[in-house]
């Protein structure tokens, strides 16, 4: 079996708690998404926090998460939600969502 068949591809819907608005949150997290190659987008909420849907190979979207725990320079993350869901493959580009 070829080693790329065993990709296991996921989605995680995230809810991330802190300082994440008016820190360039947004940015960071669709920059470093794109780089590792994932689908999805990303938004602030009304309570202050940001909700993330991203998508692609298990591995990469954990990479992700621990970019998350951190954030950007600016940032303080107080606790990250994380919800794990079957991939759809309807997000080819992760996007920043107003």
């Known amino acids: 079996m070829n080693p790329a068949e065993l990709v296991e591809v996921v989605a995680a819907q995230v809810v991330v708690s802190g300082r994440v608005q008016g820190v360039c949150y947004r940015a960071f997290t669709q920059e470093a998404a794109l780089e590792l190659g994932l689908g999805g987008w990303v938004r602030n909420l009304p309570d202050g926090g940001v ?44 996007n920043i969502v107003e």
């Open 51 to 94: 909700y993330a849907e991203i998508e692609g190979p298990r591995n990469k979207v954990e990479k992700l998460l621990e970019r998350l725990r951190v954030g950007p320079s600016r940032a303080v993350v107080t606790d990250l939600k994380i919800t794990w869901k079957a991939a759809t493959g309807n997000r080819p580009r992760f």
